[in-house]
């Protein structure tokens, strides 16, 4: 695989703030195509992950390519192939929807002005409205439209949805998903809420106390998992160490395995794993530092 | 870059242009008339208020009729201030406050670019606004400095050089706070509070110690009143007095009391003061810096204030540069 067919490739890469160390030691291969969800609970560090990947923070440790490209150089090259779409999509409150449109012509290389009014038309959103005085959602959509006319090869988004009623986050999902389907993006986005995912990523990256705890392509960690559902038990099951989490009721230990492996005595039962389940156990592990799975990102 | 910049700024821009324009347009129909009380030009009347009888009486009437818009006029000194803070404060702060930085910085215009531009253009504007206002007070001022010189703290501070210096410095500090603080108006605060410390520090500190002063030392003559001793003739009016006292013969300054203690005894001989210091022979000294100076000093404050503006620029830059924010 060259690097070109990587989105995102990140190595050893920490951030460290005055109070603290926000990301250590993340390194992630993330390949281009597709939808890369980054979940994690608030405080995990995902905004400075995202701020790292386009750019607007330099790691403390390791180095960030984007699209074969060292970011840090940002030049307008670099700079014009990533879309970003900070949280509480910020934008010049003051200027007129036209205005912003202006303003994403002046700064940049390409910009499929065009394209921008047809998906700000097709939604209502009239142009000579100040930016300000336009609803959540059509803020939202407004930041979305201007970050899709640059026609990205890699477009990211804090926390598109985390601000927006589900009306509205329905739509925006549909708009982002819609150019999606367009081709050509890769799409990277966080978020705090883990179900509905499944349905729109390819691939997932989770994100605990500052250090990736699992990444992966969903459906091969899914097909990776499996619950285990048998009588109560309280010795150590996790001999071969692939024992993820071991929940133990009244009458029964269910415990979540990965690798496959298969019912360990009778009296045992495989299931399937839900992919919320599956993220909520590895957030609950305790944090630590070579607890990273990473699974089928060539697959 | 330009319209954006335009975009954003204008508001500032318009409202510094408006008020500059105001107080300009009346500096110079309230300096015409002023200036037309002296027919000959007012620098031919300079050092002749008490010689010349033509001159006395245009002075007189200038005290008369603009002498209260000269003391309005030391209020202009905040004028620098409210350019460069103004226009400084919000260049970080406000994208840092609205999250828009997050914006700004991801299109194609590298940070360091934007930086630039908006840098180059905003202090451009300071630079302009000020300057031109500065033209107007400074040629509005010609007959005011022609009586007493350009060295007052109310001529120097709003004339020639310097306040584009202010300006400047105004605006790297509101800009370099603006970054650190990301806040516009706690910004705005702290150049202010700045610009008055850094300013009165300066003027009264720094500014005398920009060269040697000159010291005159002459006996106190024998005739004439007290008053009449005050005329003195190597400090002319337009020196930047520093320091005038008495000393005694062997050129020792004397002390506030040593002085009484001289006044209290020719009072209790009955003799005249200045014969009874004449005698003892007591000596007048001057120590001040002659007119001459004005545009040495000038050049030195500006490059002061200008060195201070162009250290806090760098701040800017460089932590822009290294991604701190």
Redesign the interface.
Known sequence: MTATEFALRTDGVGKRYRRGWALRDCTLALPAGGVIALVGPNGAGKTTLL?LV?????PSTGTVEVLGHDV?A????T??R???L???H????R?TVA?ML???R????RFDQGLAERRLAKLDIPLDRRAGTLSGGQQAQV?LA?ALA?RPDLLVLDEPVASLDPLARHEFLQVLMGAVAEGGVTVLFSSHVVHELERVCDHLVVLNHGRVTLTGDIDTLLAEHRLLVGPRTATDLDRAGTVVEAVHSDRHTTLLVRDGAIPAAPGWQAQPVALEDLVLAYLRRPSEPSAAVTSGVAA | ?T??IW??HRTEVCVLGLLVGMFGIALLVLGTQAHDLFPGGPARCAGEAGINEDCAASFRRLDEEYGYIENLLAGFYLVPVVIGAFLGAPLLARELE??????????????MRWLAAKLAALAGVTVTLTALFTAVLTWFRQPFDAWEGRFQYDAFDVEGLVPVAYALFAFGVATAAGAILRRSLPAFGVAFGAFLAARMSVALLARPAYATPLTTMEPVPVGGSKDQAGHRPAPSFADWMIEHGYADATGRRLSGTEYYELEGAANRAGTNLNQFLHARGIQQFEVYHPADRFWTFQLIEAALFVAVAAVLIGVVVWRVR??MI
Not at chain 1, 90 to 93: A, E, Q
């Open positions: 701020r386009v750019g607007l923070l330099a840090t940002s030049t307008p090259q700079l014009s990533v879309g970003f900070a949280q509480d910020p934008l010049y409150k200027f205005e202006r303003f994403g002046a700064c940049n290389l930041a201007l640059k | 870059m319209w954006l975009r954003q609205d999250g828009t930085w997050q914006l700004a910085w991801t299109q194609a215009v590298p940070r290294r991604r």
